[in-house]
């Protein structure tokens, strides 16, 4: 017992000596950048070297621009069909999908409003014909001697009426389907060629002619998918390379890796007051109808540059109003510049002033050198502006004493 309690005491004392012992030597702090001039220079091998993406400037020659974009249809081939009376749907001939032909039956509506339409047809070819016997029968008079040429004339004029209510009546019924009789079935038919792409209606659905209009969809969209329109919102340093003509390349997310060939058909006039954006229109062929209206897409142009060059969009910084960038005159050590721009885009930026091509700028990480040069800068500040204080008079400093003494 005796033997286990001195072993365990010497173990302690052990364990106590060297707790006791002298702490390790703390480990140097690696060198921080300085600055010199209007520098930041890096030490050799330091660790956010490896941070800082460095790439050349390039000569402005070509400059690819990626705008957002929307597949719709195209409303030169696209009919969208409203009732013109009230009615009800009594049968649906067509439906998504499928193709039909100018004059195409889409739906079948039973229709009291169209009835009246198509007896005042009737009417009207009733009283053309009371009149042409009326006219037959005075022209058989005047020759007679029996009437006077007035009451002719007065005949004549009155036919001539009754016929133009026919033509007006007959081209009412005959617009939405046939004036022969009063059957009161109203057709909802095509007039172009092309693709149901939409349909709104059900059987036995009770219609009214005040329910086109904006916001209200249509029964039946009709349109041709073999092309399609590209609504394209450009900025306004696009105007001059959105033109009507100029080919574009379409990217679709959902079709990856192809690639679609457009052509701008329409700029607008103005600038869009909320979005500020140019309202550009473009036709893209469909052929195979991968495309599908509504689909968000990418629209590529390349624009031909002049004077500047090109560097990436993240090694452009605002520091108040202007632009600087972050140049690498060698390796580890870095400087603003000041820079004005000449094209601001999403990937890229023209450098019409104040960089030349070949010149090494930071692209990668360019807001932390941007904080590190911050930091060493108030680092050089400090002590300066510490020595540049005013000594204290001996009295003042003699009173603050008694003061805390107190």
């Not at 006791?20 to 050799?44: S, T």
């Not at 209510?165 to 005959?174: E, L, Y």
């Not at 060629?193 to 209009?213: C, S």
Request: net charge neutral; with cysteine; charged share 20%.
């Amino acid at each position: 017992m005796k033997k286990a309690f001195s072993t365990l005491t010497l173990a302690l004392g052990v364990a106590l000596l060297s707790a006791c012992g002298e702490a390790p030597a703390p480990q140097a702090e690696a060198p921080q950048p300085i600055v010199h001039g209007n520098q930041l220079r890096f030490p050799a091998g330091h660790s956010q070297l490896a941070l800082l993406g460095v790439t050349a400037a390039a000569p402005g020659k070509t400059l690819t621009v990626e705008l957002p974009a929307k597949l719709v249809w195209n409303e030169e081939r696209t009919q969208r069909i409203y009732p013109a009376f009230a009615g009800r749907v009594t049968a649906i001939r067509a439906d998504v999908g499928q193709a039909v032909k100018p004059g195409s039956v889409l739906a079948q509506l039973a229709s009291p409003d169209f009835a009246v339409a198509q007896a005042d047809t009737a009417k009207a070819r009733a009283d053309a014909a009371l009149t042409q016997k009326t006219l037959q029968r005075q022209r058989e008079l005047f020759e007679a001697g029996i009437v006077a040429r007035k009451d002719l004339e007065q005949a004549e004029a009155e036919a001539a009426r009754a016929q133009a209510d026919v033509a007006r009546a007959q081209a009412r019924t005959h617009l939405y389907g046939s004036g022969d009789g009063v059957t009161q079935q109203l057709a909802l038919a095509s007039g172009i060629a092309g693709v149901v792409v939409e349909r709104n209606l059900n059987p036995g659905q009770e219609l009214r002619p005040d329910q086109a209009g904006p916001g209200v969809p249509a029964l039946f969209v009709v349109s041709d998918p073999g092309a399609l329109w590209v609504q394209i919102d450009a900025r306004e340093s696009e105007v001059g390379t959105l033109r009507p003509g100029a080919v574009f390349e379409l990217l679709v997310a959902g079709l990856p890796g192809q690639k679609f060939e457009g052509r701008v058909a329409v700029a607008s006039d103005f600038i869009d007051p909320a979005t500020r954006t140019i309202k550009v229109r473009g036709v893209v062929a469909n052929a195979d109808r991968q495309l599908k209206a509504e689909m968000l897409a990418t629209a590529r142009f390349e624009r031909t540059l002049g004077a500047g060059v090109v560097v990436p969009a993240s090694a452009v910084l605002l520091s108040g109003t202007q632009h600087v960038v972050y140049v690498q005159p060698q390796a580890g050590v870095f400087e603003p510049r000041t820079v004005e721009l000449g094209y601001q885009g999403p990937k890229e930026v023209v450098v019409s002033r104040g960089l030349e091509v070949g010149e090494q700028v930071v692209s990668e990480n360019a807001l932390l050198l941007a904080r590190q040069f911050r930091i060493a800068q108030n680092d050089v500040a400090a002590p300066a502006a510490k020595a540049s204080e005013p000594a204290r008079p001996a009295s003042a400093r003699a009173s603050g004493q008694k003061a805390g003494a107190q």
